[in-house]
């Protein structure tokens, strides 16, 4: 069973081709809008490391959407929660967003 936890926490394509037309955008990922928030505050991934403790190989997973680094959803979800208040963003929506992107019903946050 855990074999297959972590497997669906490595990256896979949650939108089929051909669902967005081209002038529509694709959705933005839980890594996408990670990566995104932190270039916009002008921080590397060694900057968000020292500031948050993660180590940045796992950050870099996460913004690549593989989480089978972070060592199961629970310490998946705490990463999230800890580098999206360290770029000063809600989590509650990145996990939301993560809890789908793995195939998990969305929890309470």
């Known amino acids: 069973m855990k074999?297959?936890?972590?497997?669906?926490?490595?990256?896979?394509s949650r939108y089929s081709a051909?669902?967005?037309?081209?002038?529509?955008l694709a959705p933005v990922s839980v890594g996408e809008r990670l990566q995104q928030?932190?270039?916009?505050?002008?921080?590397?991934?060694?900057?968000?490391?020292?500031?948050?403790k993660i180590r940045a190989?796992?950050?870099?997973?996460?913004?690549?959407?593989d989480f089978s680094y972070c060592g199961g959803v629970t310490y998946a979800r705490g990463q999230i929660r800890s580098l999206a208040k360290a770029?000063?963003?809600?989590?509650?929506?990145?996990?939301?967003e993560f809890e789908i992107q793995i195939g998990l019903p969305p929890s309470a946050h």
């Open 3 to 12: 074999s297959s936890v972590l497997a669906s926490l490595r990256p896979r």
């Open 18 to 24: 051909g669902t967005f037309s081209s002038e529509e």
């Open 37 to 52: 928030a932190r270039v916009a505050a002008g921080l590397t991934v060694a900057d968000l490391a020292d500031q948050t």
């Open 57 to 65: 190989t796992i950050i870099t997973a996460i913004e690549q959407d």
């Open 87 to 96: 770029l000063r963003t809600d989590a509650v929506p990145i996990l939301v």
